[in-house]
């Protein structure tokens, strides 16, 4: 079993910047790949970035050469830092974990998932 705890999110102008963190618990977090998900109000939820557990990252094209994931399996967390925040970025972000070291932009393919953070992007 893992769990797994978002922080990081708040209220920040467009073009800003904010970096989420999600911290694992449980059992050895080296060995999973780790997703950020995005769920915005009255949208389903969708893939923001994964990480392989040797560190291979893939993002949304909604994201690339904005966000960056990167993980510290020494803290057992990974990160999503954002830069040039949009608007249209505002949604609840998740962050899952997958039972195996290969990434997935799957929601199906994610084992754990943590409870979210707020991220808002005001105009």
């Known amino acids: 079993q893992v769990q797994l705890v978002e922080s990081g999110g708040g209220l920040v102008q467009a073009g800003g910047s904010l970096r989420l963190s999600c911290a694992a618990s449980?059992?050895?977090?080296?060995?999973?790949?780790m997703g950020w998900f995005r769920q915005a109000p009255g949208k389903e939820r969708e893939f923001v970035a994964a990480?392989?557990?040797?560190?291979?990252?893939y993002y949304d094209d909604s994201v690339k050469g904005r966000f960056t994931i990167s993980r510290d399996n020494a803290k057992n967390t990974v990160y999503l830092q954002m830069n040039s925040l949009k608007p249209e970025d505002t949604a609840v972000y998740y962050c899952?974990?997958?039972?195996?070291?290969?990434?997935?932009?799957?929601?199906?393919?994610?084992?754990?998932w943590g409870q979210g953070t707020q991220v808002t992007v005001s105009s």
């Open positions: 990480i392989s557990r040797l560190a291979n990252t």
């Open positions: 899952a974990a997958r039972n195996t070291g290969t990434v997935s932009k799957a929601m199906r393919d994610y084992d754990y």
């Open positions: 449980g059992r050895t977090f080296s060995i999973y790949s």
